[in-house]
């Protein structure tokens, strides 16, 4: 996939190089899920089934569907129901859900269930390890994780391409992928707790979503060592290596449960509150689309809004801030303060509807 995109392809794409990477995978995204979906064991079979190896416990899952929608409108409302919070992919965006944590954490809002997709996962298993909101704004405004995420710039690893192909030469044969993401699993361990490194351990029950390449399903991976499932989630494909997990291969589930609101409710939670961190897509003039890689970035957004639709349709609240404009592999300061306020924002202005619906169903008092 990395030799098909030429220099003069990446160049042209300018700063938002990620889109060369992708493109080859975005282009095919609207078959993708559709194929998915149609194939055997998919849908309301692959989400009963469970594989536990070497300590990890996968869970198969599926992308939401218009069934999905309908279990949802006719399922019994509990007595005491519980919370799921489902955080988005979305690159260096991942700065508004910190936004979003710290607004709701303080209105005294609980959870029972966190899934996360890519930075989701990375950002809701930081959360859920009790790495303070404080040391996760700091980790977002310093850029540091994006530099350990991409450990040197994304065009000098494009242009020492040729000396990382050399050990295929002489019988090597690693995974298809520009960085190993080895050292970004170790930045995130370091982050992390030493009473909190596997996710059975953890203060909540959490999920980091990735998909398996080698059956094509995405999986809920649900305990094991949490610096992996972290890695696995956020593995972008083309510019990270996949993930060895148990049997299978896992990469970021993006393009099939970008916001992992179905996964947060088949862990058990009966209300999810959603944070979607894909740009808006809405109507451009045509003059938008003559300049290089528009077309790309274009599609792009067109898919991932299509498929976090239906997700958000499964969400009691979907909080979206306005995060436009912000390069997915952002290294700037001000695009990380542009997101945490966006969060912080976008949180407030649904705290209404949070509250109005908690007490509506017994989970807040009248008076909170």
């Known amino acids: 996939m990395i030799a098909s995109l030429n220099s003069?392809?990446?160049?042209?794409l300018g700063k938002n190089k990620l889109a060369a990477l992708v493109a080859v995978l975005v282009l095919s995204s609207t078959a993708l899920p559709l194929a998915l979906a149609d194939s055997p064991g998919s849908a309301g079979v692959c989400a009963a089934s469970t594989n536990s190896v070497a300590g990890t416990t996968l869970v198969q899952t599926s992308m939401a569907d218009a069934l999905d929608l309908e279990k949802l409108q006719s399922a019994p409302k509990p007595a005491r129901p519980k919370i799921g919070l489902a955080l988005g992919g979305g690159g260096s965006r991942g700065a508004a859900e910190v936004g979003v944590l710290e607004v709701l954490e303080k209105e005294g809002?609980?959870?029972d269930y966190i899934a996360g997709t890519s930075i989701?996962?990375?950002?809701?298993?930081?959360y859920d390890?009790?790495?303070?909101?404080?040391?996760?704004?700091?980790?977002?405004?310093?850029?540091?994780m994006i530099r350990n995420f991409m450990t040197d710039s994304l065009p000098v690893r494009l242009v020492l391409e040729p000396i990382f192909f050399l050990p295929r030469i002489f019988g090597a044969k690693p995974y298809d992928g520009l960085y190993k993401g080895t050292t970004f699993r170790k930045y995130l361990e370091k982050t992390l707790?030493?009473?909190?490194?596997?996710i059975e351990e953890l203060q909540i029950p959490f999920a980091a979503v990735s998909l398996n390449v080698l059956d094509g399903y995405p999986y809920m991976i649900r305990s094991g060592d949490l610096g992996y499932a972290m890695q696995a989630s956020s593995a972008i494909p083309a510019l990270r290596k996949p993930v060895e997990i148990g049997d299978g291969l896992f990469v970021d589930a993006g393009l099939i449960c970008n916001l992992p609101v179905k996964q947060c409710r088949e862990m058990g939670a009966d209300i999810v509150i959603a944070v979607n961190i894909d740009g808006s897509f809405?109507?451009?003039p045509v003059d938008a689309f003559r300049k290089p890689g528009s077309i790309t970035d274009r599609m792009i957004d067109w898919?991932?809004?299509e498929i976090d639709r239906r997700q958000g349709k499964l969400a009691d609240i979907e909080i979206c801030p306005d995060v436009g404009g912000i390069d997915l592999i952002s290294t700037s300061k001000s695009d990380a303060k542009r997101a945490l306020e966006a969060g912080r924002e976008a949180a407030r202005q649904a705290l209404p509807q949070i509250k109005e619906k908690l007490k509506s169903l017994g989970v807040l008092s009248a008076d909170q």
């Open 129 to 144: 390890a009790g790495v303070p909101l404080s040391e996760l704004k700091e980790v977002c405004l310093s850029g540091h």
């Open 303 to 305: 898919s991932m809004w």
């Open 8 to 12: 003069a392809t990446t160049s042209m």
């Open 193 to 198: 707790p030493a009473n909190a490194k596997k």
């Open 282 to 284: 809405k109507v451009e």
């Open 120 to 126: 989701g996962a990375i950002v809701g298993g930081l």
């Open 109 to 111: 809002i609980k959870y």
